[in-house]
């Protein structure tokens, strides 16, 4: 486990905020993982930290910002640039998905439909990126 490590979730959804939550604390000490579920708030967030997160999860579809609009946000902030930032999406055509990465997203996942699933992907993730 990485206890010094940091990871933010942003997601409207108390109950997928709840299980990324869980599969995250395989990996990252509890205490050092925060969760946003207004979009409109994370940067606001973010600056209040003593320390830059380490990885954020975003919701693609959430009410008040796009994926798309709070990644263009995050990557505007200089010291949030290098922050790999997971996109996660109950749907996602392929000019969605392109749209994401364009604007900054570092992968773009499905979100999983069993604790399993969910256990699979933020694994792949946080080899890819949370180290």
Do not use: C
């Not at 798309?68 to 200089?78: G, Q």
Request: proline share 4%; no cysteine.
């Amino acid at each position: 486990m990485e206890s010094s490590k940091t990871v933010v979730i942003v997601d409207d959804d108390a109950e997928d905020t709840e299980f990324l939550t869980l599969a995250a604390s395989r990996h990252f000490a509890t205490e050092n993982i925060l969760s946003v579920n207004d979009p409109t708030r994370l940067i606001d967030f973010l600056g209040e930290l003593s320390k830059t997160p380490d990885l954020i999860f975003i919701d693609n579809k959430m009410p008040k910002l796009t994926g798309t609009e709070l990644l263009r946000r995050i990557k505007e902030v200089e010291q949030l640039k290098p922050v790999p930032v997971i996109v996660l999406s109950g749907t996602l055509a392929k000019s969605e998905q392109q749209e994401l990465f364009d604007a900054g997203a570092s992968e773009v996942l499905m979100k999983a439909f069993s604790m399993t699933e969910l256990y699979t992907l933020v694994d792949g993730v946080i080899e890819r990126w949370g180290k």
